[in-house]
């Protein structure tokens, strides 16, 4: 299997610190891996020394690109983001998701699940103490169960809320989303440098690399619409930014999938019969298990001679 060479991966400067400073990188080969760094200025308002201080970290120069890699970058392409305190974050609400992509930083970066804290989100407004404290521990023994994470690596505020809705109850079904967050500036610099120049280059992709890659932007970026009066069936692959809406569009044409990108709600639409059953064929829906049993209610009215 051909390896991707992380070297044309690494950003040429790192941006650091809440003023947003920007630091040369220096990549130093070592063996079977790379040593990034890059050093910034340290001063004590107590006293006139100054120095400098170093940061690194270890990535390997290769890593497979297998369908995994594929996805999971796509995966993180869709729900991955730097924040403003200089965290990396991933946020999914299957558990199959997060240990998809817990397992490929642990194989190709060799980072564990315990480097990742984690909340949850929930999309309910904050409720009263001795429920919200059922609430709680019920989401919080779901996420923990069925996923990776240490229990232990939680924050202080194990469960976030919505502030701007009405309901308060937790539906049986509604686990909220697991939101992993890593805090270490060169890595995120890195990891948001390497997703972004991948998706740039996505036209030098395989068809078969083109396909992982799309199972994950699918996973992460589409809804399923059924319209019963209408007979209208469609999966939106939402994108603010008119370039991404570009590149999904040709992403799939060039696996055979026509689509429309529709600016003013920001989504590109797969519809028509011979355009869902080729994402069906392909298995592009496959990976997120609540949006695939939809999808699969979608295929079945299909039957239907007039629905489009």
């Known amino acids: 299997m051909k390896k991707i060479d992380l070297l044309d991966y690494i950003p040429e400067r790192i941006v650091s610190g809440k003023n947003g400073k920007s630091y040369e990188t220096m990549v130093e080969p070592d063996d ?3 040593i990034l760094s890059y050093q910034y200025l340290i001063s004590n308002q107590f006293s006139r020394n ?17 369908p995994h890699t594929f996805q999971v970058l796509g995966l993180l392409h869709a729900e991955g983001s730097k924040t403003a305190r200089g965290t990396y974050t991933f946020c999914n609400n299957q558990p199959n998701i997060i240990n998809l992509v817990l397992d490929w930083f ?3 970066f060799n980072i564990p699940p315990n480097k990742w804290k984690w909340s949850i989100k929930l999309n309910i407004k904050e409720p009263k103490k001795n429920y919200k404290e059922l609430v709680e521990k019920k989401v919080a023994g779901f996420w923990t169960k069925n996923t990776r ?3 232990e690596k939680c924050f202080p505020k194990k469960v976030t809320y919505i502030k701007n809705v009405n309901h308060t109850v937790r539906k049986d079904t509604d686990f909220g989303s697991l939101v992993l967050e890593i805090r270490w500036n060169i890595f995120n610099e890195f990891v948001r440098n390497f997703v972004n120049k991948i998706f740039l280059n996505y036209s030098k992709f395989s068809i078969s690399q083109l396909k992982e890659f799309m199972k994950g932007i699918l996973a992460g970026e589409s809804n399923v619409e059924i319209h019963l009066p209408s007979k209208c069936y469609r999966i939106f692959l939402s994108a603010i930014q008119d370039a991404e809406r570009i590149a999904y569009k040709k992403m799939l044409s060039r696996v055979g999938i026509k689509s429309i990108d529709y600016p ?3 989504a590109v639409v797969i519809s028509k019969k011979e355009n869902i059953l080729k994402v ?9 298990k609540e949006k695939y049993k939809k999808f699969l209610q979608l295929i079945s009215l ?4 007039k629905s489009r």
């Open 32 to 34: 079977d891996s790379y």
């Open 50 to 66: 100054a120095g400098t201080k170093r940061m690194s970290m270890r990535i390997p120069q290769y890593i497979d690109s297998s």
């Open 106 to 108: 642990e194989k190709q």
């Open 149 to 151: 994470i240490v229990p």
């Open 264 to 266: 003013k709600i920001h």
């Open 280 to 288: 069906h064929k392909l298995k592009l829906m496959e990976i997120h």
């Open 302 to 305: 299909y039957n239907s001679k």
